[in-house]
């Protein structure tokens, strides 16, 4: 039987094993306090054992401390395993392109060398390497952030982003377990400004767009990632592993979401996943 060990349940690695279990895989995860039957990510006894059984890892960990946790305990025992290896990364490897397009072989100097080191160690490691973008969907988009009231427009008409619907990575990474190792840019067909997407968003739910903010208003984190303007292309993904987004752009993905689902209302908790917690 085929079972996937997932290090770090986050919110795009959670779907995944989802998807995988309703085909009948078994999927153990890890967790820091080994909550809700995962494994304690610190009894190293019982990952190691799983590691030797595991016929598939994925890995959602982000860096810690200018590390990477998984491979700095258990990367050794990785690398020992026949299993197949996947790692969750980030565009943000890529760093600033000045609104141009960056593919897998364009150069790795974005702003967060820690990111960038794991993975280069985990394509070292013989993984696929999934750099993806800003990542959406149920109770994590646009919409619920314009019902919350968290929503805002930058004045950056130039800026551009790239994103994914967060069942296109699931798809991706699935897609890739009879693909090569090596990196695979996971992004929808249509970069476009943060700002058109709030707008949609808005127009979907009955809303006016929220206001325009000055840069300098944003938190530190928010004004790196304006910071930053690319456009990530995706065809190594769609030409070697037959991958094709199911939510092309933005619009699809948006539309079904807002089909499936009510957007957040304004007095619930804040959504606490962020792009990082993948």
Known sequence: MSRLLIFGLG????????????KGW??????RDGRGGTLHFDDAEAVIHEITLATHVVSSVP?????????????????????????LSSTG??????GAWVDENAPIRGRRGARAA?????????ARVFRLPGIYGPGRSALDRVAMGRAHRVDLPDQVFSRVHVDDIVSGVIAAFDGPPGAYNLADDL???????IAFAARLIGEEPPPFVALDTL????????????????LKAKRVLGWRPLYPDYRFGL???????????????????????R
Not at 93 to 98: I, N, Q, S, T
Not at 191 to 197: E, I
Not at 257 to 277: F, G, M, R, V, Y
């Open 191 to 197: 970069p476009c400004g943060q700002n058109d997407v």
């Open 219 to 234: 938190s530190v984190p928010a004004r790196a990632f304006y910071a930053e303007n690319r456009r990530v292309a995706n």
């Open 255 to 277: 539309r079904a979401l807002k089909a499936i689902t009510s957007p957040i209302p304004a007095s619930t908790e804040p959504q606490a996943a962020s792009s990082d917690q």
């Open 11 to 22: 919110y795009t690695a959670t779907r995944i094993g989802r998807a995988l279990a309703a």
């Open 93 to 98: 490897v890529y760093g600033d392109a000045g």
């Open 63 to 87: 860096p810690a401390d200018d590390a990477d946790p998984v491979l700095e305990a258990y990367g050794a025992a990785l690398a020992r395993s026949g299993a197949w290896r996947g790692y």
């Open 118 to 126: 794991a993975d280069a160690a985990w394509l070292a490691l013989g």
């Open 26 to 31: 078994q999927v153990i995860g890890t967790s």
